[in-house]
């Protein structure tokens, strides 16, 4: 990663911190704002996969889950409290994140791809039929409201802020991780893996590292989400949570650090508002997803980038050749 590079992380991350903190004071309701960001949380995941080391996944809803789940379950039927119960469901992502890559990257791309899909219907399917452990269809019920430093997690703007300082050090280690060997690493493999293998590096190794990387992130979020909404849904397995996070990805921008941040706000509204006027929502949804893989296959992120960097180049070339000009 070059000096640009570093620096443009550098400030995006910096200037996050203000947006972030007057979120909930500019979305329609505060509950919103949480469910942003833990979706903009699950997106980074995606983002390092994706957009870094250019591994697609269709099965990323499996670490959402079970990080929701092993949370859920740790505190309604073992009564962890409630740090030790967001480690167990972090840890329990983690652990499906390294059983499930190092079974997957056994093939490449589009095998890969549907490996990671069946991964995730076959925990669908577990969420579905243990009944007894997960509430099956009818969910996991009976997570209690936590108070941790005497802070009412029920209250939406207390929930914001507490997800809010999960965001922040999850967004930072992810600037730590991109500008260190391992992100330039992943930049290789996604580059060119042939040139990265002739190189030296262990491209499997460095894959299944970034897609657990990624899977500690969807099992934070999941986590997040369980306490959030005091209710845990085998929805969070589905296959339609696999499109939605890949949705952010692309209509944010992959491979950019605002791209998570905003892709989760552009489709959470969306969402929020389109449903609100057709029934069929996923439709408007598609086509928009049609239009940016077309035409706009940077993201909103990426394209704003583009154009910034294309005219501080024009401006940098105007001034050079007005110097060639004046030394003559």
Known sequence: MNAAMKRNLDWQ?????????????ITPYQAIATYILIFAMFATGMNILLGYTGQLSFGH??????????????IVKLQWPL???????????????IIIGYLSFRRSDVYFSLLTLAFSQILYFLAFQ?????????????????????????EPFNMYYFTFVFFIVMAYLARRILHSPLGKA?????????????CGFNTQRIKLVSFV??????????????????FVGVENFDFMLNGQVIFV????????????????????LLHDYVQLIIERWELVVGLILIFFILFFNQGIVGYIENRVAAYREKKAAGVGSIRGEESK
């Open 13 to 25: 991350f910096l200037i996050s911190i203000p947006v972030l903190v007057v979120l909930p004071f």
């Open 61 to 74: 809803a499996s670490f959402y889950g079970l990080g929701a789940y092993g949370t859920g379950l740790l």
């Open 83 to 97: 740090w030790a119960a967001m480690m167990g469901g972090v840890l329990t992502a983690t652990l499906g994140g």
């Open 130 to 154: 243990l009944r007894d452990l997960t509430g099956g269809d009818d969910g996991l019920r009976g997570i209690p409201v936590f108070q941790p430093f005497g802070i009412d997690l029920g």
């Open 186 to 198: 992943m930049l290789a493999v996604k580059e060119n893996e042939d040139r990265a293998i002739a």
């Open 213 to 230: 990387i990624s899977a500690v992130y969807g099992g934070l979020a999941g986590s997040l989400w369980c306490l959030h909404l005091r």
């Open 249 to 268: 990805a692309i209509v944010g921008g992959v491979g950019t650090y605002f791209g998570p941040i905003v892709g989760s706000v552009a489709y959470l």
